[in-house]
Structure formats: structure tokens, C-alpha cells
């Protein structure tokens, strides 16, 4: 079955630091990865996808994400993290032969302190 | 934003009793997706809609059910209410393939069950 861990909830950084938010999922298929944002009591903000090619994604705000076929991860990074920064962030995959539904991780929520 | 509005916001319902959640897509997007989120967890799917036609479910029981209108609006319904149904209610809209499809979400219906 597809899924993706998030094996942090919770991640810490100091504002002006760089950030990494955590991201593997489980080897079936071609993985197609995503990340999303959610702030306190709203809907996903899409960030960034991987689908093929460029191992390296980038995407809104200033983050990007990194493929790793061999080591199955996604991670999250922000070369200089912003308080505003401060979410929840969840990772998920589709695979080219599901009916394009996503399976999310658990979610980690970064907290950056000024 | 995105452009997908949900109705209504918040919702207090009791238990046995049915509720629907409404879905306003995109403009252009023709797929509409409704996930489950109960609180502290990634949000679950719980079926997908493409051009009025049921087009993957999730692991949810028969009570869970959905529309999907020729203007690619969509609705949701949950009969028999249980008090695990309260969760935040997510719907997405999409268009595309699986190379090209992007889930964008609505800010979310918050369902109390008491």
C-alpha cells in the first residue's frame, strides 16, 4: 500500500536557520510527491511537487524539495527560515496507477522562533 | 487563495442525525476530491468525483456518500452521524492527468458531532 512517514512531529529552528522537514514514503510504482502547508484553522496550501526529472523542486515561498530514489525521501527545505513559517506541514504521494488520491504522512509542525 | 469555497464553515450536528457539506471547484477544474481530517492527523480520502461519475473511494462505509453537478460543484453526505465523524471536511479541485494534476483545497467545513 502506498504511504509516506513523517518521522518528526514536531521541528524547531531559529529564525534566519535553515529548516528541513522530514519526508519518505514506501517504494510502489512511480511515486508522484507533494508537500502542503496548513495554517491554523484553514485548508492545504500547496507548496511543491516532484513528479519526474529535476530531483530538485522548487516551489512557493521560497522552499524546494529534494528527490532521493535511493534513500525513498522527500525532504522539505528552506535555506532561511521566517517566523511566518511557523505551520503544519504534510507530505503526500500518488502513484501513477491509484485513482489520483493522495495519501498523506501524519504531519510535522515546524515552529520557528524569533 | 485558491478558488474553491466550501459550505458551510462550521457545522454542530447530533449523533444519527445527516448533514451535507457543499464544494464549490475551481474555475476549469473538472475533478473534485473530499478528504477527512480528525484532529492531529493527515487528512484521509474519502472518494473522488470526475465529471459527475465516482472515480475512486477511500476506506469509508456506504454512509459516506457523494454528487458531483455539471458545473463540477459537489456535494457530500454523511448519513447516520457518529461522533468519530467530527473532523474537518477538505475538498479539493484538480485538472488534468497524472503528470499534470495539482489538488487544490477549499479552506474546510469543521463537522461537531455531539
Known amino acids: 500500500a502506498q504511504s509516506v512517514a513523517q518521522p518528526e512531529d514536531q521541528v524547531n529552528v531559529a529564525e534566519g536557520n535553515p529548516l528541513t522537514v522530514k519526508c519518505t514514503y514506501s517504494?510502489?510504482?512511480?511515486?508522484?510527491l507533494f508537500w502542503y502547508v496548513q495554517y491554523p484553522n484553514r485548508g492545504l496550501q500547496f507548496l511543491l511537487k516532484?513528479?519526474?526529472?529535476?530531483?530538485l523542486v522548487k516551489g512557493s515561498y521560497g522552499f524546494e524539495a529534494e528527490f532521493n530514489k535511493s534513500q525513498t525521501s522527500f525532504h522539505l527545505k528552506k535555506p532561511s527560515a521566517l517566523v511566518s513559517d511557523s505551520a503544519l506541514y504534510f507530505c503526500?504521494?500518488?502513484?501513477?496507477?491509484?485513482?489520483?488520491?493522495?495519501?498523506f504522512g501524519s504531519g510535522t509542525q515546524l515552529t520557528v522562533l524569533p | 487563495e485558491t478558488g474553491v469555497t466550501q459550505s458551510p464553515t462550521h457545522l454542530i450536528k447530533t449523533r444519527g442525525q445527516q448533514v451535507t457539506l457543499r464544494c464549490s471547484s475551481q474555475?476549469?477544474?473538472?475533478?473534485v476530491s473530499w478528504y477527512q481530517q480528525a484532529l492531529g492527523q493527515g487528512p484521509q480520502f474519502i472518494f473522488q468525483?470526475?465529471?459527475?461519475?465516482?472515480?475512486g473511494r477511500g476506506n469509508f462505509p456506504p454512509r459516506f456518500s457523494g454528487l458531483q453537478f455539471p458545473n463540477y460543484s459537489s456535494e457530500l453526505n454523511v448519513n447516520a452521524l457518529e461522533l468519530d465523524d467530527s473532523a474537518l471536511y477538505l475538498c479539493?479541485?484538480?485538472?488534468?492527468?497524472?503528470?499534470?494534476?495539482?489538488?487544490?483545497f477549499g479552506p474546510g467545513t469543521r463537522l461537531l458531532v455531539l
Open positions: 479539493a479541485s484538480s485538472y488534468g492527468d497524472h503528470l499534470t494534476e495539482t489538488q487544490y
Open positions: 517504494v510502489s510504482g512511480n511515486p508522484y
Open positions: 516532484y513528479i519526474t526529472g529535476d530531483n
Open positions: 503526500a504521494v500518488r502513484y501513477s496507477g491509484s485513482a489520483r488520491q493522495l495519501t
Open positions: 474555475s476549469g477544474h473538472n475533478t
Open positions: 468525483y470526475y465529471r459527475e461519475e465516482e472515480n
